[in-house]
């Protein structure tokens, strides 16, 4: 009895030996990740020193997310080291999630009250995407005032022919690959002189003017580069530029960007954009909602946007359903003095 005791017992220290030399591993890893979090975190605000920092802008909810998640381990497991700098990258990266919460919502133009609504729907439609008739559903469902269209070729056109007869103003640029544009309207447009604005031989913007009112409506619908390389983000980077002296020059008091900027809020680069255009983003106070790439959810991040001007109010952004796209679509409301019924 007391031999089996004894290698009860003997077990038991050995199985306890081998916990705590598990439990040192376990909280190495738990600061390691914790470590490595606070890097690139800090990482991120250097964003304008190397176009690579500037990706890890882009995913402030999953770093976020995983701060969190490493915080909590942390306090479980009482690593206050690990929970000092988990908690360090969570604040970094949260802070600048809060005004995209519902809670947290408050109109861009607050003295913008009454006048006609505006519905806008843009889509990346993916240039090897060829389910026209998913989208073609859809935009019926939505049945927005103006459409834009990105990377778009001559069948996508045709593949969405049956638009044409809801859609009387149209402006189309088609082109093989990811360049392609077109703008679908039930308004009347004037397409401006400077449209369509080319960069170094890619087509990304159409710039009209819209009889949204009685004052004109200066609507850009805009594709720009995917900063994948530092040549393209240098290429972004100038088409922000000039999107930006595009949108200031025009006369019109409300203006509208709207399209795939291959970037997300938490870029420094379109804070710039913002503060070059006067303009401000509709999905502020919306909600996290990510576009890219379609069907991974919350762990996509918000690269099509809607910038709107002063005067406008916005009622609702929210993005569409996926049609077989890697991008989804976007549908923003808007409202505003500058919007009058009588001028439609």
């Known amino acids: 009895m007391n031999r089996a005791a004894a290698t009860v017992t003997s077990g038991v220290a050995r199985l306890g030996s081998g916990e705590r030399r598990r439990t040192p591993r376990f909280d190495r890893l738990l600061l390691g990740a914790a470590v490595l979090a606070l890097v690139v975190t800090a990482v991120s605000f250097l964003a304008r020193a190397a176009w690579l920092f500037e990706l890890f802008t882009h995913f402030r909810l999953q770093l976020a997310a995983g ?14 080291f690990a929970a000092v700098l988990a908690a360090l990258a969570f604040a970094a990266n949260g802070l600048p999630l809060l005004p995209w919460l519902p809670a947290a919502h408050a109109s861009l133009a607050a ?38 269209l990105l990377e778009v070729d001559r069948d996508w056109l045709e593949g969405l022919s049956a638009l044409e007869a809801v859609y009387p103003w149209r402006a189309s640029y088609p082109q093989e690959g990811p360049w392609g544009l077109a703008l679908y309207s039930k308004l009347p447009f004037e397409e ?40 393209k983000a240098r290429l972004r980077n100038r088409q922000f530029a000039r999107l930006g002296e595009l949108l200031r ?15 997300t809020p938490f870029s420094p680069y379109y804070e710039d954009l913002l503060a070059s255009s006067n303009l401000g983003s509709a999905a502020r106070g919306f909600g996290y909602q990510a576009t890219w790439r379609a069907g991974l959810g919350p762990l996509g991040i918000p690269i099509d946007h809607c910038l709107v001007s002063d005067g406008l109010r916005v009622l609702s952004f929210r993005t569409g359903s996926a049609f077989g796209s890697d991008h989804l679509p976007i549908i923003v409301e808007l409202a505003g003095a500058d919007l009058r ?4």
């Open 192 to 231: 401006l002189p400077v449209s369509p604005y080319r960069e170094a031989g890619f087509q990304t913007a159409i710039l009209v003017e819209l009889a949204a009112g009685d004052r004109p409506v200066e609507l850009v619908l805009a594709h720009v580069s995917a900063p994948t390389t530092p040549a």
């Open 67 to 80: 701060a969190m998640l490493l915080l909590a381990c942390a306090v479980v497991r009482r690593r206050l």
């Open 111 to 148: 003295g913008a009250n009454g006048g006609t609504e505006l519905r806008i729907m843009s889509a990346n439609v993916y240039y090897r995407n060829f389910d026209y008739a998913a989208l073609l559903e859809q935009v019926r469902a939505v049945d927005p005032d103006v459409l834009g």
């Open 341 to 344: 019924e009588d001028g439609t």
């Open 249 to 263: 020059s025009g006369d019109a008091t409300a203006r509208i960007l709207a399209g795939d900027l291959n970037t």
